[in-house]
């Protein structure tokens, strides 16, 4: 599945933004999706996943309580709402579709996307 990504940017610390992912496939449905992100000079990271009918989310301790991750599967996208963003959060954010339940590990993720910028100054 081909992945896009889009919505990043440079914001302020406190402020909000959100992520798009579009899929090019009708079975976007079929696949589990995450958002990992990679700050320079570090190793990529996991920060979410859904569940194929969005039912079910899981994130990373960082950004528990204030990045929400959903779907659209109508749209076959899927979105990232990242609230109350912290000079931490700045990373190149990466979207990713697995056929492997439950799994937070980039090696179970065969598609990504581009990756979009996120930049929060303080």
């Known amino acids: 599945v081909q992945l896009q990504a889009s919505g990043g940017g440079l914001v302020q610390a406190g402020d909000s933004l959100r992520l798009s992912c579009a899929a090019s496939?009708?079975?976007?449905?079929?696949?589990?999706m995450g958002w990992f992100r990679q700050a320079p000079g570090k190793e990529r990271e996991f920060v979410a996943r859904?569940?194929?009918?969005?039912?079910?989310?899981y994130y990373a301790d960082s950004v528990k309580g204030r990045f929400t991750i959903s779907r659209d599967n109508a749209k076959n996208t899927v979105y990232l709402q990242m609230n109350n963003l912290k000079p931490e959060d700045t990373a190149v954010y990466y979207c990713?579709?697995?056929?492997?339940?439950?799994?937070?590990?980039?090696?179970?993720?065969?598609?990504w996307g581009q990756g979009t910028q996120v930049t929060v100054s303080s």
């Open positions: 990713a579709a697995s056929e492997v339940y439950g799994s937070t590990s980039s090696r179970d993720f065969e598609s």
């Open positions: 496939e009708r079975t976007f449905s079929s696949y589990m």
């Open positions: 859904i569940s194929r009918s969005g039912g079910w989310q």
